[in-house]
């Protein structure tokens, strides 16, 4: 199973990035998909995740700034930030799992990661 991250970079507070992760190796729509990011010296951070029967969950640091969305025709699925802020500097990384997808523990496959840095 592979998980490619992909879209990360450099944008000025308010901008904004969409990240990509493609997945192969998995029946990947019978996957939940989430997005977590991990800033230096912190904890890895659930951001977004989309179920694979269309639910999806944010946290609350990005919630009503970013839209994660899937194409299973593509095993692609998508983080769309909008508004970023310097607090949003991480790498992000993209996952695949079954159960309660907030938890870090639920995903069976990671990505390598996608560094997006904010400035001010």
């Known amino acids: 199973v592979q998980l490619q991250a992909s879209g990360g970079g450099l944008v000025q507070a308010g901008g904004s990035l969409r990240l990509s992760c493609a997945a192969s190796?998995?029946?990947?729509?019978?996957?939940?998909m989430g997005w977590f990011r991990q800033a230096p010296g912190k904890e890895r951070e659930f951001v977004a995740a989309?179920?694979?029967?269309?639910?999806?969950n944010y946290g609350d640091s990005v919630k009503g700034r970013s839209t994660i969305s899937r194409d299973n025709a593509k095993n692609t699925v998508y983080l769309q930030m909008n508004s970023l802020k310097p607090e949003d500097t991480a790498v992000y990384y993209c996952a695949a799992g079954r159960g309660v997808l907030v938890r870090v523990g639920t995903y069976d496959y990671w990505g390598q990661g996608t560094l997006v840095t904010v400035s001010s």
């Open positions: 190796g998995l029946t990947f729509s019978r996957y939940g």
């Open positions: 989309f179920s694979w029967n269309g639910s999806t």
